[in-house]
């Protein structure tokens, strides 16, 4: 990982819907790096002194994604680290502008299935406690697949090793590099 690392100057940012694995495939991709990281939901809980779920759910997604927005735009403070982004933050167009172009952003997407399984696991997603979860997660996939897509590196998180994730985003970043450095 050194010539990786030695070329890596901006934030890896990973986005995606919730229960694709952002958080625990980012600590992992931190640590094989030897980078910091960091969860935007818990910068949220840390500046607002309560869950992102209940600071969404108390405020809305209105003044939720504004304040996610002014918090990410911190975040993209120079230093080269990994973060893991809410699963809302990048359909925000200004977020997506801004990560896009002071971050590398890795989509991680999984099938519906294997997101509505793993976020049943816990009850703290505001967006989810509706009659059906699974049919929720649909229609947010569908809806936010095009402003996923803008991504600058496409990685499937389904249901197999969580190394084997992390090995497809090193991967994907060094053939990023490799064009962007062309």
Known sequence: MPRLNRRL???I???GLMGVGKSTIGRRLAQRLGLGFVDSDDAIEDAAGAPAGEVFARYGEANFRDGERRL???LLDGVVRVIATGGGAFVDPDTRRLLNEKAITVWLNAPVE???ERTARRDTRPMLKTTDPKATLARLAAEREGFYAEAHIHV???DGAHADVVGAI???LQAHLDERDG
Do not use: C, E, M
Request: aromatic fraction near 0%; avoid cysteine; hydrophobic fraction near 55%.
């Open 9 to 11: 100057d901006r934030p």
């Open 114 to 116: 294997v997101l509505a």
């Open 13 to 15: 940012v990973l986005v």
């Open 170 to 172: 090193i991967r994907g």
């Open 156 to 158: 499937t998180s389904a």
């Open 72 to 74: 990410v735009a911190r």
